[in-house]
């Protein structure tokens, strides 16, 4: 009954986006004012009060919400005008009365999606990873917050491209470019699936599948296996 009480609440408020909080009883979701609100099903809290459109039209809105396992909640804001637009990546605290963390922005580059590490890094520790739509491809971006202070690397690019989080947080799997893809010197390169350590900020394993798959790490298992183009 639950359930289908928060499938009716996202459905009658038109909502773009509905995600829950872990542990917290409360759900985001983007308004038809283009803004960002939390609602435990009782009370609603407006979160933002800046946006000016509905998502998609010309104005500022916001996209891509992710709750993190602490309860930070990422979010994009978009400023479109005509076919441009401009896009920001942001992290609300959790008790939700501090400004929001600025983890990227581009002027050009949209955000696509966006997922928190299933467990943080530490005391004062967050670690989110997003997909951007860059000039020369989809790239994966890791934003690090330590005590407030944001940093923002780049660990792959392609097209297109996947990835998911080990259980603990302490690696990534990702498969960009299926059977190939450009690459920046404008050639065409084999498509990779790899295994990515974020201690070491180094890669494992890398195979080249025969085919597309998604990378799903499954709870209690270290190792996965994928169809590659020696049938292996």
């Not at 939700?96 to 997922?115: A, C, K, M, R, W």
């Not at 947080?169 to 790899?194: I, K």
Request: with cysteine.
């Amino acid at each position: 009954m639950m359930r289908l009480g928060l499938w009716l609440v996202c459905f009658t408020l038109l909502l773009a986006a509905c995600t829950p909080a872990a542990d917290s009883g409360q759900l985001a979701y983007i308004g038809q004012d283009g803004n960002v609100y939390l609602t435990d099903l009782q009370t609603t809290t407006q979160l933002t009060d800046d946006a000016t459109a509905a998502a998609e039209l010309n104005g500022r809105s916001y996209h891509r919400l992710a709750w993190s396992v602490d309860g930070w909640l990422a979010a994009a804001a978009v400023q479109r005008a005509g076919d441009g637009a401009q896009s920001e990546l942001l992290a609300f605290p959790p008790d939700q009365t501090d400004e929001p963390l600025s983890l990227g922005s581009s002027d050009s580059n949209f955000v696509i999606y966006n997922y928190w590490s299933p467990r943080a890094c530490g005391f004062g520790c967050q670690r989110l990873a997003y997909l951007s739509e860059e000039p020369a491809g989809v790239a994966l971006r890791l934003v690090d917050i330590d005590e407030g202070v944001v940093s923002n690397d780049r660990l792959g690019q392609g097209w297109p491209f996947y990835f998911g989080w080990s259980p603990e947080g302490e690696g990534m799997l990702w498969h960009r470019g299926g059977p190939a893809w450009v690459g920046e010197n404008g050639r065409f390169q084999a498509g990779d699936f790899v295994q990515y350590d974020l201690f070491a900020r180094e890669t494992i394993k890398t195979w080249q599948p025969g085919e597309f798959v998604a990378p799903v790490w499954l709870d209690g298992f270290r190792w996965v296996g994928v169809k590659a183009q020696n049938g292996q």
